[in-house]
């Protein structure tokens, strides 16, 4: 079965620096998402994105964030500058359509900003 | 969005069925539901989703009530690898919106 590809599995950086975490969806699918997993809390949306543009977005996704589909097949969540909170599970899906398709979802990017 | 509510965690016997329960008194006509699970260490998985009428796939069953209010995820036979946290959520099928709110689902543990 076809499956979203997230690289990569692990990510250590220091507080202030910028990180891209990437991610290469299901190749027909055309909605994106990133979601976010604190250790231990629960499963958060930040954004969806279609079209080239971001559809929706959560107050998580603030101006730190961005996303990019620089080319055919990859999507990338970039953080600016990360901050101690931003230490978590990142999950990249993506869907055919939004009318109730189901979600694929990545393995996840553990990131950890020291 | 509207809220479900899930037991924390279940237990169930290898090869036995299991019923997962999951309340959502405040839905509307048009939020479809959906479960999904995520096993240790992974992004969640997509099990099955419904409106109004019971669905069967190869992994499980989805069982809904009469008025919708709440609805009932089966595992027919439950194995080790079922052993995860599974997430019942409410998706509006008209608004839209691209986002799935995951609360804290239950975790099922499967004992051998």
């Known amino acids: 079965e076809p499956e979203v590809t997230q690289t990569p599995s692990h990510q250590v950086t220091q507080m202030g620096q910028e990180v891209i975490l990437r991610c290469v969806p299901i190749?027909?699918?055309?909605?994106f998402y990133w979601y976010r997993q604190i250790l231990g809390q629960k499963v958060e949306f930040l954004v969806s994105?279609?079209?080239?543009?971001?559809?929706?977005k959560s107050e998580i996704f603030d101006d730190q964030f961005s996303v990019e589909r620089p080319d055919g097949s990859n999507f990338t969540l970039k953080i600016r500058s990360t901050k101690l909170e931003d230490s978590a599970m990142y999950f990249c899906?993506?869907?055919?359509?939004?009318?109730?398709?189901?979600?694929?979802f990545g393995s996840g990017t553990q990131l950890s900003v020291l | 969005d509207a809220k479900t509510t899930q037991p924390n965690s279940m237990e169930s016997n290898e090869e036995e069925p299991v019923h997962l329960p999951c309340n959502h008194s405040?839905?509307?006509?048009?939020?479809?539901i959906h479960w999904y699970r995520q096993l240790p260490s992974q992004g969640p998985e997509y099990v099955i989703h419904?409106?109004?009428s019971n669905v069967n796939n190869r992994m499980a069953s989805l069982a809904i009530a009469e008025d919708r209010k709440s609805s009932t995820l089966i595992l027919h036979r439950a194995t080790l690898r079922d052993a995860a946290v599974y997430y019942c959520?409410?998706?509006?099928?008209?608004?839209?919106?691209?986002?799935?709110?995951f609360g804290t689902g239950t975790r099922l543990k499967v004992l051998a």
């Open positions: 994105f279609y079209n080239n543009e971001i559809s929706e």
């Open positions: 419904g409106l109004t």
């Open positions: 190749s027909n699918h055309l909605y």
């Open positions: 959520i409410l998706r509006d099928g008209t608004s839209g919106t691209y986002k799935y709110i």
């Open positions: 899906a993506s869907s055919p359509n939004w009318t109730n398709e189901k979600l694929f």
């Open positions: 405040t839905i509307s006509g048009t939020d479809y």
